[in-house]
């Protein structure tokens, strides 16, 4: 069986997912990877994948005198869309996550900036300025 290696991108536009779910897949194991030496992954893909790939032209779909290669798949299409599913799933939940820890760390600097407030003094009440004339009535005459 031979393989062979693909950029993830090229491999997302070959399996018909996003890169994110090739990346995921990676992850969980279901999609051989290397590094390569700058450090980018590579998909390995063997050859009999590609080719049924290449086959179908990304139709899992195929009609056969006996049904059975339509039935064979047709329950690959729904792994791999299944699969593709809990891949988006997946990065949903990352989403969440990030958005849930922005939310909590807004509310500890809006919390932060709320004590800040109340521990300001209120400014003080400028005593009216007294026109010259009651100035020097009160020099006078006290009062």
Do not use: C, Y
């Not at 032209?57 to 699969?83: C, K, M, P, Y």
């Amino acid at each position: 069986m031979t393989e062979r290696t693909l950029e993830i991108g090229e491999a997302a536009r070959i399996l018909g997912i996003s890169t994110e779910a090739v990346r995921k897949r990676i992850k969980r194991g279901s999609l051989k990877a290397q590094k390569n030496g700058d450090g980018q992954w590579l998909v390995i893909l063997d050859e009999s994948r590609l080719a049924a790939i290449r086959d179908n032209g990304g139709d899992s779909v195929q009609a056969d005198a006996a049904g059975i290669t339509t039935t064979l798949n047709l329950v690959r299409s729904s792994a791999a869309i299944e699969e593709a599913l809990r891949d988006e799933v997946d990065v949903l939940r990352d989403e969440v996550t990030f958005l849930r820890e922005e939310i909590s760390r807004l509310d500890t600097i809006i919390m932060s900036l709320t004590q800040n407030i109340k521990m300001l003094e209120a400014p003080r009440q400028a005593q009216p300025r007294m026109s010259w004339w009651h100035r020097l009535k009160s020099m006078f005459i006290g009062g």
